[in-house]
Nanobody, 127 residues
């Protein structure tokens, strides 16, 4: 499965953006889809998770401002981001929560597992 993230851009503080994640195919064994973000020199963190069953979860830093939604049958998910602030500047990625893995061969032919991520979409909030 391939994930494609889109929708980032430049926005003024207080503005909004909607990110979109599309999967190339239905995700077998889907439990929850999530949006993650990674600010410069920081670790990637889960900020919103939408499970098949159960409540949607948000990180404290985005709760009340961001909304995750999507259509699992169409393999498309969204992150509506309102009230953006400069500290929200980051690359945003969608992935399964937790990230799924696939087996790939490295240049030497050795098999290894890698996590499946979208390519990310950048958002810049100007003050």
């Amino acid at each position: 499965v391939q994930l494609v993230d889109s929708g980032g851009g430049l926005v003024q503080a207080g503005g909004h953006l909607t990110l979109t994640c599309r999967a190339s195919e239905s995700i077998v064994g889907l439990d929850a889809m999530g949006w993650y973000r990674q600010a410069p020199v920081k670790k990637r963190e889960l900020i919103a998770s939408m499970p098949i069953r159960g409540p949607i979860k948000y990180a404290d830093s985005v709760r009340g401002r961001f909304t995750i939604s999507g259509d699992n049958a169409k393999a498309t998910w969204y992150l509506q981001m309102n009230g953006l602030r400069p500290h929200d500047n980051a690359m945003h990625y969608c992935s399964h929560d937790p990230p799924l893995t696939r087996e790939v061969a490295d240049p030497t032919g050795q098999l290894k597992y890698e996590e499946i991520w979208g390519q990310g979409t950048a958002e810049t909030v100007s003050s």
